[in-house]
């Protein structure tokens, strides 16, 4: 089962507690944007296996929105962080590098 650590109140809560948001750090366009924007924006997701950044709320909790990085292969966490964030912090981007060598932080915004 999964298991996140709400970054707010400090509570590890399984899956059941959680409700998942989708992919974390996308562009959002709004208005003004072209089509194929907005388009990309709505429906291109990625689905990796591997290291993956997602949405999460402490549904049962707390109620905040927070991001997650983990590897959608293993389930593996590599840790929790405030949903304002713009990217991962370094900590998190560290502790992936040392179990994926190689591995770089793609900037979406």
Same mark, same amino acid.
């Given at each position: ?8 109140? =400090?509570?590890?809560? +399984? !899956?059941?507690?959680? %409700?998942?948001?989708? !992919?974390?750090?996308? /562009?959002?366009?709004?208005? =003004?944007?072209?089509?194929? !924007? $907005?388009?990309?924006?709505?429906? %291109?997701?990625?689905?990796? /296996?591997?290291?993956?950044? !997602? ?8 109620? /905040?929105? $927070? ?10 966490? $590599? ?14 981007? +560290? ?12 900037? $979406?915004?």
């Amino acid at each position: 089962m999964l298991t996140l650590t709400c970054p707010y109140c =400090g509570v590890a809560a +399984d !899956e059941t507690e959680l %409700a998942a948001g989708g !992919e974390a750090h996308l /562009k959002r366009f709004g208005p =003004g944007s072209t089509d194929a !924007e $907005f388009d990309t924006y709505m429906f %291109a997701r990625e689905n990796p /296996k591997g290291v993956h950044f !997602e949405r999460w709320r402490h549904a049962y909790g707390c109620g /905040k929105w $927070f991001l997650a990085a983990r590897d959608t292969n293993t389930l593996e966490v $590599f840790g929790t962080y405030p949903a304002q964030s713009s990217a991962p912090p370094q900590h998190i981007r +560290d502790a992936i590098t040392a179990k994926r060598p190689g591995w770089t932080w793609r900037d $979406f915004a």
